[in-house]
């Protein structure tokens, strides 16, 4: 009973059959939370609330417990995030080299702030501490690709770029 | 044991144990915020810091550091006090000031450490928290402004009662108690967090401004709700009961109470009781005198009494007191010279009265509370067992998550003890529990794991005999289960060293009685388990009296008719003089119909009880009767506990104790004189009911006594009942709502707040077969009526089986249920 076989759990709007994957990947794994959740976001994006409420039912594990975890990492998103992320650093490096500037440039260009995505969903804005890549300060990265020396011209032509581009996979 | 020293005090404690607990047993306080008895060792707040010699003189925790041999501890230094004093300034720093108008004010850990420890200045200054109030519930408040991050709530929820509504949520400065997704509560709101709060963050919404906790009179009781006999303390001002004060130092249960005990305590001043006697002229009730209302009633009942007392009756709710159940058993039996008495419909109590008689040779249940979790096996029947009594179920969650107990449930829905660690649920089909044990022992038979006294045992032959039917090949379809698994259950069973099994009855339980207590009583004897700790079997009696109405005798025991009987007899005339006392047969009693028809019928009725109930309102004479608050006296709860109950408030308005009542008509039907008081009806109890020999009111004190309980075991085959299965039907079983008990919990707001009406509760594949939908009103239909119920949709219950509560008055399940263990019925929007 403590782990409760899957076609019991009810079907919302999101289509759970990924999240269901993910936990019989899991399932008999002691400690499992962190990799199912992590699997979750992974398939999703971020963590669906429905996703919870199956995990808390098919893991027995407090829905309020899960949530306690998740907002404890910052790994862990809870709203859906843009199609593409930009991370600007603003560690010591970045900083002294005019970051500040490129994260407003950002923030005007987009008219989101920090940890927001844009109701599109096409993009969401962060700032990190260190990408770890200090001698191309200012650093910011779209997704898996890296931005050196940045200006704030060429904040422009990264939105340009990136909003040309499909939102399909 | 290890020997320690402890501000040059000696003290010796078990290996186990923790500074802070050594200290407690040498009579040390230790300042604690974070730490509570009944939970795991946290060490979050600091308060508890002690220096320990052996360790340089470094600062630890009192509350998570195990003692060592020859430990050396000085619980107060100048730097200890000096750390305490930063620990208090740093939390108020956060912690509003807002003392005067916080409820927790005299009853908090964080206002009293400060005046102890005279922090009148802070050295530093921030900014408070900006949290939103949760005020969206109508009994917990959530203030999280004031909260000082214990986690106090949160372990509660989890370790105790497994509910786990609160966590620690984000990180940092940020970090706060929240619930899934920051919402609002919505709990089954026992109010554990609220008791065990070290500061005003969660308050109890009902007592919010009602008054300041210096000024309350705490008065010791016992829950006057379910059989468990939770103790409690009512908190009264200015003749009121205005809450309920928790006390850890209360009973087996440490304080910890449910929804109905913390929160369910306003009926009594309710402003819907009854003020004066009524009295029925020209077929209207209407205010009378107490002078004419017993004048009327004692002339009635000495009418009876001269006619042979054939033609009269008592129905008693086993909510009364000891000593009032044994002077309306006296008012009949010496009074009227009747045997025609009976409670909880005549079924609920039957698995005491006939079942465990029979079989045990005793009404009681060989077994008590603490043999929870002392064993090494539970097995329930029904996962309902938490819902009629909630606190027991928190002495299996503690035994199953704390101790490892092994836990197994037979039940027709799941339920919250399904989903304790390592619980094996074993879901068959409704009704079918006799067939189900009866394989259970037929297993252990076929497989020699019988104990070798079983064999010494009047009745074995016979039920040898009668198993050999009962093969699990055989009753495995109609049980819905496999035969491996009834195998594997009886082995698991068999093979525990101490099992223990959990019964709960009830009038929504009409199949639990005496063929199933007698199932259950046979599968222990053969065992061996049953005498020894951690064994046997809990009968848990629905009522805050049950077992002491069966103590008593509160039933017929000279072939006079029972309630069944009674409400035949008023429908044909035999019964001309029903006295009902507390009861609510109409809302309570199977088929609403017929008992109407029963109770018009009847030439005349007096209802003794706090409200007008659906009951009295067909009174001939209704007398305005006291609630636990406004009387003395004893309860006898499930595993035996004599308890006493004291008086906290005056009577309200002018009703009067259902004792004072039978005791004059006791007086003027025998013609002797009054008991005295309580006390001496205690004693003549004492001198006649032989487990309570002995026992004396004053000697019972605020702990109480366990009675003790001898057996004479004895196999008595029980046979299934054939549940005749109708196709294309929905099975509907009745049963508890967590939140209420019997029909008095309707009259308190804090029940009524979560759980305002029945509902019908249906499996998701039905209500998606049905297209109900959560909340949807649903007609569903018997062979014996129709209702109009809102429909719940959840995971609990299985296909084809649907569960409705029987406690509310409108609505009521009884108008389509008529006491059979499974009714079939239909359901359409």
């Known amino acids: ?169 | 044991m290890v020997n320690l020293t402890i501000d040059d005090t000696q003290v010796t404690v078990p290996k186990d144990a923790t500074i802070f607990d050594a200290a407690k047993a040498a009579g040390i306080r230790i300042p604690i915020l974070c730490h509570d008895k009944k939970l795991q060792p946290f060490g979050g707040c600091r308060m508890c810091l002690v220096e320990v010699e052996q360790m340089k003189g470094r600062q630890i925790p009192a509350c998570t550091t195990p003692v060592t041999e020859g430990m050396i501890v000085r619980t107060t230094t100048d730097e200890i006090v000096k750390a305490r004093k930063l620990v208090l300034e740093l939390l108020l720093l956060k912690h509003p000031i807002d003392c005067p108008v916080c409820d927790a004010a005299g009853d908090c850990d964080l206002q009293n450490l400060t005046y102890e420890y005279k922090v009148n200045l802070n050295r530093f200054q921030d900014e408070k928290f900006q949290h939103q109030i949760d005020y969206e519930n109508p009994l917990i408040e959530r203030d999280m402004n004031r909260c000082i991050h214990c986690g106090k709530c949160a372990r509660i929820c989890d370790e105790i009662v497994s509910y786990g509504a609160y966590t620690f949520m984000n990180r940092g400065i940020e970090a706060k108690i929240g619930t899934e997704f920051d919402g609002p509560l919505n709990c089954e709101f026992c109010g554990s967090c609220v008791s065990v709060c070290p500061v005003g963050a969660l308050i109890s919404r009902p007592f919010k401004f009602k008054a300041r906790w210096w000024a309350l009179n705490k008065v010791k009781s016992v829950c006057s709700y379910c059989g468990t006999g939770c103790q409690l303390t009512l908190g009264v001002k200015d003749g009121k009961v205005l809450t309920t004060i928790y006390d850890e130092n209360q009973g087996f249960h440490n304080g910890q109470l449910c929804t109905r005990g913390r929160f369910g305590y306003q009926f009594v001043n309710s402003d819907k009781r009854l003020a004066t006697p009524l009295i029925r002229k020209n077929g209207v009730l209407q205010q009378a005198s107490w002078d004419e209302a017993l004048t009327l009633v004692a002339a009635k009942l000495a009418e009876a009494k001269n006619a042979g007392g054939k033609a009269v009756a008592g129905l008693v709710t086993a909510r009364l007191t000891n000593e009032e159940l044994f002077l309306f058993k006296k008012l009949f039996k010496d009074g009227l010279g009747s045997d025609n008495i009976d409670h909880s419909a005549g079924y609920a109590h039957a698995a005491l009265t006939a079942g465990a008689m029979e079989s045990f040779g005793t009404v009681a249940s060989p077994a008590a509370i603490s043999d929870i979790q002392a064993s090494d096996l539970l097995l329930v029947v029904k996962t309902d067992a938490y819902e009629t009594h909630p606190v027991l179920g928190f002495e299996i969650n503690l035994g199953v998550k704390r101790k490892e107990i092994d836990l197994r449930i037979i039940s027709d829905k799941r339920g919250k003890l399904a989903k304790l660690p390592k619980a094996v649920t074993y879901v068959h089909k409704p009704g079918q529990e006799v067939a189900l044990v009866n394989a259970l022992a037929q297993v252990i038979l076929a497989e020699n794991l019988q104990d070798a006294t079983a064999t010494g045992i009047e009745g074995f032959e016979a039920l040898k005999q009668q198993l050999a039917d009962y093969a699990p090949e055989n009753v495995a379809a109609t049980c819905g289960l496999d035969a491996d698994a009834i195998k594997n259950l009886a082995r698991d069973y068999a093979k525990a060293a101490k099992a223990l099994i959990i019964l709960p009855l009830g009038l929504g339980y009409p199949g639990h009685g005496k063929a199933l207590a007698q199932a259950i009583a046979n599968l222990t004897l053969l065992t061996g388990k049953v005498g020894k700790e951690g064994c046997g079997v809990l009968y848990l009696g629905e009522k805050n009296n049950s077992q002491g109405a069966a103590d008593l005798g509160v039933y017929p025991t000279a072939g006079g008719a029972d309630a069944d009987a009674i409400m035949t007899g008023c429908l044909n005339g035999s019964i001309k003089t029903l006295i009902v006392a507390g009861e609510n047969p109409v809302v309570s009693y199977p088929d609403r119909k017929r008992v109407e028809a029963a109770l018009d019928k009847v030439e005349f009725l007096v209802v003794q009880d706090l409200f007008l109930t659906e009951t009295a309102a067909k009174a001939h004479v209704v007398l305005p009767a006291c609630s636990f608050a406004e009387k003395g006296g004893t309860y006898t709860s499930v595993g035996r506990a004599v308890q006493r109950i004291n008086q906290a408030i005056k009577p309200v308005g002018e009703a009067r104790s259902d004792f004072a009542i039978l005791n004059g008509l006791v007086a003027s039907l025998t013609g002797s004189a009054p008991y005295a008081d309580v006390a001496a009806v205690f004693a003549e109890i004492a001198a006649t009911v032989p487990a309570y020999a002995g026992l004396s009111l004053a000697e019972l004190g605020d702990t109480g006594a366990i009675l003790p309980v001898t057996i004479k075991p004895r196999f008595v085959p029980a046979g299934a009942a054939v549940i005749p299965v109708e196709s294309g039907k929905l099975a509907l079983v009745t049963g508890s709502a967590l939140y209420h008990c019997g029909t008095m919990s309707r009259f308190g707001e804090g029940p009524m707040h979560v759980c305002p009406e029945g509902y019908v509760e249906l499996g998701r594949d039905d209500a998606r077969a049905l297209s109900v939908k959560e909340g949807d009103t649903v007609v569903v239909k018997s062979a014996s009526g129709e209702l109009k119920l809102k429909a719940k949709v959840g995971t609990r219950m299985p296909q084809g089986v649907v569960f409705a509560p029987y406690h509310f008055g409108e609505a009521s399940v009884n108008s389509i249920a008529a006491g059979a263990a499974v009714t079939w019925v239909s359901i359409s929007k």
Not at chain 1, 123 to 150: H, I, Q, R, W
């Open chain 1, 1 to 169: 009973m403590s782990n409760a076989p899957a076609e019991e759990i009810p079907t919302a709007d999101i289509d759970l059959a990924l999240a269901n994957h993910v936990i019989d990947k899991y399932l008999t794994l002691p400690g499992n939370l962190m990799p199912v959740l992590q699997g979750i976001q992974e398939e999703y994006g971020y963590v669906p609330k429905p996703t919870i409420d199956l995990v808390a039912e098919r893991l027995n594990i407090y829905p309020s417990q899960i949530y306690g975890v998740l907002t404890f990492y910052a790994q862990f998103h809870l709203k859906p995030r843009g199609k593409f992320i930009i991370r600007v650093c603003v560690g010591t490096a970045c900083h002294v080299q005019g970051a500040p500037r490129i994260v407003e440039t950002f923030f005007d260009k987009l008219g989101i702030g920090h940890a927001e995505t844009t109701p599109d969903l096409r993009f969401t804005f962060e700032k990190v501490a260190c990408l770890g890549a200090c001698g191309m300060a200012p650093l910011a990265m779209v997704n898996d690709s890296t931005y050196g020396s940045m200006t704030v011209q060429k904040v422009g032509e990264i939105i340009a770029d990136y909003s040309q581009r499909p939102m399909k996979k």
